[in-house]
């Protein structure tokens, strides 16, 4: 099993910046991929960004190109998501995924990912 604990959500205004943080625990030595999700209300899940455990390859949904940036650290089994020049259309619940397996795609689909965290909510607002 993995635990997945988010941080770093709030509100910030429009152009602003966050930056999630995701501490992985449990059995994390096979871990395979990382990755972020996000909901808002009213809307279906959306895959973010995704970065394999080597953090030589990344993937980021065209909304958030060049605003947004996951990356981890492996010795703190961490991945962040920093997040600028935020838009009202960020607003969402934002979840934290891994997983231990998958196909060479993982982290371009977001479909193998199988361990959730709770979330942590983002909000931009003026």
């Known amino acids: 099993q993995v635990q997945l604990v988010e941080s770093g959500g709030g509100l910030v205004q429009p152009g602003g910046s966050l930056r999630l943080s995701c501490v992985a625990s449990g059995r994390t030595g096979t871990t395979y991929a990382m990755g972020w999700f996000r909901q808002a209300p009213g809307k279906e899940r959306e895959f973010v960004a995704g970065?394999?455990?080597?953090?030589?390859?990344?993937y980021h949904r065209d909304s958030v190109k060049g605003r947004f940036t996951i990356s981890r650290e492996k010795m703190k089994n961490t991945v962040h998501l920093q997040m600028s020049s935020l838009k009202a259309e960020d607003t969402a619940v934002y979840y934290c995924?891994?997983?231990?397996?998958?196909?060479?795609?993982?982290?371009?689909?977001?479909?193998?990912?199988?361990?959730w965290g709770q979330g942590t909510q983002v909000t931009v607002s003026s």
């Open positions: 995924v891994s997983c231990q397996f998958g196909p060479a795609d993982t982290i371009r689909t977001g479909r193998a990912f199988d361990y």
């Open positions: 970065i394999n455990w080597s953090g030589s390859d990344t």
